[in-house]
């Protein structure tokens, strides 16, 4: 089992930048895949991010060039940059671990991009 905390979501303006992070509460560094998904009301959950031990990453088309994962496997943490925010991002973020015992999801952490 591992657990997962988010944090650093909150408001932002149009334009501007949070920075989400996501603690493990053990060694991530045998979990193959972290990752960040996002869920609006009324729609279905999504991937937003995801990377691999190593550091290869895979962002989502809606994202890409805006949000940028990353991972510190020393830290034990997975962090979500999002920059150029807009009011489509709004969402409930949630940090996801994939490993051989199965998924591992976090409580999330609300982001609201709204002027």
């Known amino acids: 089992q591992v657990q997962l905390v988010e944090s650093g979501g909150g408001l932002v303006q149009p334009g501007g930048s949070l920075r989400l992070s996501c603690a493990a509460s053990?060694?991530?560094?045998?979990?193959?895949?972290m990752g960040w998904y996002r869920q609006a009301p009324g729609k279905q959950r999504e991937l937003v991010a995801r990377?691999?031990?190593?550091?290869?990453?895979l962002h989502a088309d809606s994202v890409q060039g805006r949000f940028f994962i990353s991972r510190d496997n020393a830290k034990n943490t997975v962090d979500l940059q999002m920059n150029s925010l807009q009011p489509e991002d709004t969402a409930v973020y949630y940090c996801?671990?994939?490993?051989?015992?199965?998924?591992?999801w976090g409580q999330g952490t609300q982001v609201t991009v709204s002027s």
């Open positions: 053990r060694s991530i560094f045998s979990i193959g895949t």
């Open positions: 996801h671990a994939l490993d051989r015992l199965g998924p591992y």
């Open positions: 990377i691999t031990t190593d550091g290869r990453a």
